[in-house]
């Protein structure tokens, strides 16, 4: 039984990880919206940001804000003001 509930958190935490689907925001057809939900539409250094400032009051705090951070700034220094 207790490998049976591991397994499925496990699961559960690789399909639909507490930490990206923590927002309140729901759609129009009933379904939380996922961070993934928005980022896979961006690139990679925005779609980065976007899910470290999604997630740092559920998982990794200032930490992920220095992360969004760094994205935020690598994609400045790569791209500037480029749409891309
Ligand atoms: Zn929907």
């Known amino acids: 039984m207790r490998e049976t509930i ?19 925001a729901i759609c129009e057809c009933g379904r939380r919206i996922e961070c993934i939900d928005i980022t896979r539409h961006m690139n990679f250094n925005i779609g980065n940001a976007v899910k470290y400032l999604w997630r ?29």
């Open 56 to 84: 740092y009051l559920n998982k990794g705090g200032l930490e992920d804000l220095k992360k969004a951070r760094w994205y935020i700034e690598d994609h400045i220094k790569h791209w500037g003001n480029t749409v891309s």
């Open 6 to 24: 591991a397994a499925y958190e496990a699961q559960d935490n690789v399909n639909h990880p507490k930490h990206y689907n923590s927002s309140p």
